[in-house]
């Protein structure tokens, strides 16, 4: 059964630190682009960063690139998502994805239609 499973959400104060991580199981990441999307409540689903298989390419969206770290461990069948100087804003359910298109190896977009295996989801909430 192939699965991506979130955890390490939580809740953290203004300009705290969280570092989710992307487990997968039934199938292998390397091959794979990560991407980690959010939706906060009454919002569409945006895209955060993501990470190209072969090189490791990153992206981070305008408004956590310096703050976010997207990284990728597949020896551990894991991908990451370091979240420092954390804001209200920040505040919304985090998903990772994979997706394997003609370019992904060498880098990475986040078009949600690319990216085929969701998981489920973890909360992040940025309040005092």
């Known amino acids: ?8 959400g939580g809740l953290v104060q203004p300009g ?18 990560i991407g980690w999307f959010r939706q906060a409540p009454g919002k ?6 993501c990470i190209s298989s ?6 981070y969206v305008d408004s956590v690139r310096g703050r976010f770290t997207i990284s990728r461990d597949n020896a551990k069948n894991t991908a ?17 994805a994979t997706a394997l298109t ?7 977009r986040l078009i949600q239609h690319e990216y085929d295996r969701w998981g489920q989801g973890t909360q992040v909430t940025v309040s005092l």
């Open 16 to 33: 705290g630190s969280l570092r989710l991580s992307c487990a997968a199981s039934g199938f292998t990441l390397d091959y794979y682009m």
């Open 1 to 8: 059964q192939v699965q991506l499973v979130e955890s390490g």
């Open 44 to 49: 569409e689903r945006e895209g955060v960063s």
């Open 54 to 59: 072969a090189n490791k390419n990153t992206y």
């Open 80 to 96: 990451y998502l370091q979240m420092n100087s954390l804001q209200p804003d920040d505040t919304a359910v985090y998903y990772c």
């Open 102 to 108: 003609s370019y992904s190896d060498y880098e990475c």
